[in-house]
């Protein structure tokens, strides 16, 4: 199993500003997954992070609207820039292991005003 | 495109009530399934992860079973508790044996003391 912490848990944030989140997981890991659950919805997958290489984007979702950092093998950002209300949603980071299932960190819940 | 589908939206039942939710997928070429819990504010719990080759999985008084055939699973809660009382959602992956994961939109439980 793995342990998985993200900071900011949550956020308030202003319209036009930018938030980066952090997502730190126990133990090695290949890939990391960033998700989005907005208010009612399922999870979307946003990004593939691996280290070593860029992240790979999920369709309607560009590097330049969120960044995404994957510097060493238990550690990724994801920064949610130029924020507009419609970004308001859980943020949350996950990763696989060898037996398949998935874990997931405890989310970050974003508020844009 | 994988499409994943959960009924009911929400569910409230009485204590010590057996339930059945039901998820129901559009492409049966699945690798696996996994089922989590979401409790509010909280982010996913892994509850069963349910093979291509498996018909069910069971953990305590969780049971989930898997018919490729029809495009549907299930997961049976025995003898519900108040504690139960959480959003279980279904995800399979995207394509093939992708760990990118398609989520349902989920079930809401309640159990009532």
């Known amino acids: 199993s793995a342990v998985i912490s993200q900071k900011p848990s949550r956020d308030i944030c202003q319209r036009g500003t930018s938030l980066t989140i952090q997502c730190q997981v126990d133990s090695q890991v290949t890939m990391m997954f960033w998700y989005r659950q907005q208010p009612g919805q399922s999870l979307t997958l946003i990004a593939t992070?691996?280290?070593?290489?860029?992240?790979?984007?999920e369709s309607g979702f560009v590097i330049d609207k969120f960044p995404i950092s994957r510097p060493n093998l238990t550690f990724s950002t994801l920064t949610v820039s130029n924020m507009s209300p419609e970004d308001s949603s859980i943020y949350l980071c996950?990763?696989?292991?060898?037996?398949?299932?998935?874990?997931f960190g405890p989310g970050t819940r974003l508020l844009v005003l | 495109k994988q499409e994943v589908t959960q009924i009911p939206a929400a569910l409230s039942v009485p204590e010590g009530e057996n339930l059945v939710l039901n998820c129901s997928f559009t492409?049966?070429?699945?690798?696996?399934l996994q089922w989590f819990r979401q409790d509010p504010g909280k982010g996913l719990t892994s509850l069963l992860l349910?093979?291509?080759?498996?018909r069910e999985q069971t953990s305590g008084r969780l049971n989930a079973s898997l018919d490729k055939s029809s495009g549907r699973s299930t997961l049976y809660i025995a003898a519900s508790q108040p504690g139960d009382s959480a959003t279980y959602l279904c995800a399979l992956p995207s394509q093939g044996g992708s760990e990118k994961l398609v989520f349902g939109k989920g079930t809401k439980l309640t159990v009532n003391p």
């Open positions: 349910i093979q291509s080759s498996q």
């Open positions: 996950s990763v696989v292991f060898a037996e398949e299932t998935q874990y």
């Open positions: 992070a691996n280290q070593g290489s860029e992240a790979t984007y």
């Open positions: 492409d049966s070429a699945i690798y696996n």
